[in-house]
């Protein structure tokens, strides 16, 4: 039997006790419901019996005109009788035990006794009452009072009717007293009745339950134990095809879906295991071509042929990023490939357009389709386009832009959206399988892959060559640079540089003018790298050609602030401190060009005292005008000069490291020749800024006076 056979034939049968079970608990309930009305019924029956037990009482004794007593107890009379019908005639009195059944003949017989030989002579006699002259006379008395006025006349006759009416009262009120009572000890008893029902009934309802689940229960089982046993069974049989012992008859009859599972496995796997090893040949082939191609475009032709050869598929095309502007560009195609959207006719009518439409328009975020690939970065299968129209512009098969099934795959790497690839079948009947998209999905993993690794390489031999040239800059600008300071008689100099990327911007010099006179300047062009390397070498060159005219160091800026300006870029300038040592007169022309001031410590104050003047960076204004100071200086100075790379070097929490704090240290240590100062220095800033990188070059001059 077939499972799906199984399962029907299990449900039908839940579904019938189901509904059995519904049945009975709507049945069991509802005689429920009714047993508690009938009880209802029985209360108000004995309410009913009280009230005309009252009435009855009050009968003989009432002010009332005795007509008007005399309705009023018929109308209790009635309520009586037509609540023991309701009573005694229910068919649910044979939901009850025997017991109480009996009882309930009892007391129905019990009653028509009192209405046959009392009830029914009472009304007789009252109807009598009620249609003689003597009901007139008592209009306005009671029948008590009717009684005593009759009997002070002595009328005999009304007497005698009276004294009948009272007597019928009298044993009407004993009977109704008996009954009554016996009315209390049935409801009583059909208190107990009802409540031994409703257990009963909660008892078969909960038993019916039990038995219900246990069917089920037994009928699950022995179904899951056949299922177990056919999931044993085809285990084995998957373990004897991994072993590849398990062969198949074409004559093999399916027992149950199982040994359809089987076969269609084995199918599956024989397939899988081919498109494995067809994976691991495109993989090679795809290694090999960005090993062995350095054409960019053999090795994208490459992608294309192997994937559509993989799947059998009609045309493809390949898209990559243009990360400038967010769109995908075609890199190749292969076969005809058809827009899967609507097209101007003007483009529609002629093939050649069509074919040529994705190289013109690149794709984007808004292209109906390939635009959803590219934002959410899911793969598209459009396995059957007749049947799903989930191309509805390329689903007519007779038309030359039908497209039979399409596969879009995103080709990604991290997050990043490298590029696409677009797999077509264009001929009637033709689809990919589910096979087909699995297998391409993971080829387009790799593929994703290997572009980003060959655009890394060809990023990184870019890099590699642009390395080599900085270095050859780098060198070139060390060998302009200075490599000792002059000697001079009054002292000593040193100067220490250090660039945060293999191209300095930053520039020192000293240039000895004559035989008393050092021009010493330390420079900080704006920027980094290349530029400002070839805006410091065009101040070197010009300083050097005009500093022998000069012996003041404003003239010097002033005439070098002149060359400069009109050749350079708005964006581009430099700050720079020159001051010129007359070590003959002792003392120095200082000019500053927006740079940090030169710091002086003398010895005989034993404090620092910073030197500035006025003026813009290099290059800014043609025409500016640069401030100047003369400077004595004594034995024991210290003169100190740096670029803001040194006070605004980083800790790795991001802390800089200020002028205060440099200074501080400048000054605890200037017992300190110059060239160890410098060495105290080095060691100072990388113990602060540990393994942070630094962002700026660093330079920095000490010149001590010595006598």
Known sequence: MKIQTRLGLTSFILIIGFLLSSIFLFSRFTTVYKIKNFQQSCEELNISLSRFTDRNLLLYTDKKYPKIAIDYWMNDLIAVHKGIDNVFKSKLIRRLSPVFQKMMESRWTQWSDIYSLTINPYILELNKFTGSDLAIDGTDAGLYDLYLSKSKINDKSAMKQIELIRDFQISLNHSLDIYHFRIESLTEKLEVEVTQYIRNSITLVISAVTFILLISLIISSQFSRSIVRRVEETNRQVERMTEGTLEFSKDHKNVDEFDVLVQEYHSFSQGLSERLNLLKFLLQDIGNAIGTDTDIESFQETIVELGMDSINADAAMLFLV???????????????????????????????????????????????????????????????????????????????????????????VGKQLMGMLVFYKTQKDKFFSDLDFTFIKAYSDYTAQSIDNVNKYKTLLENREIQKEIDIAAAIQKRLLPSQMPEFSIGRAMIHSRPARGISGDYFDAIRLDED?????????????????????????????????????????????????????????ATMAVFVLDEKKKELSYSNAAHHPLYLFRKKEKQFRSFDTEGLPIGVDKNAEFGHKLIRLHDQDYLFLFTDGLPEARSLSGEELSVEQLLRFLAENLDKSPGNLITAVELYIADFAKDARQHDDQTFLALQIQD
Not at 527 to 541: C, D, E, Q
Request: aromatic share 8%.
């Open 322 to 412: 243009d990360s400038e502007r967010s769109e995908l560009n075609l890199v190749r195609r292969t076969g005809f490939c058809p827009p899967p959207f609507s097209l101007d006719k003007r483009i529609s009518m002629v093939r050649s357009n069509v074919e040529e439409y994705f190289e013109s328009h690149p794709l984007s975020a808004e292209t109906p389709v390939f635009g959803i690939t590219m934002t959410t970065g899911t793969p598209l299968f459009i396995k059957d386009n007749v049947d799903s129209e989930g191309l509805p512009y390329n689903a007519v098969s007779d038309e030359w832009l039908f497209i039979s099934s399409l596969i879009s795959l995103p080709l990604i």
């Open 517 to 573: 006179k050092i021009l010493y300047t330390v420079c900080d062009v704006a920027g980094k790298g290349v530029p400002a390397s070839m805006l410091m070498i065009m101040i070197r060159t010009i300083l050097h050609s005009i500093c022998s005219r000069h012996r003041s160091a404003n003239t010097l800026l002033k005439e070098l602030n002149y060359h400069i300006s009109g050749r350079i870029g708005v964006d581009q300038y």
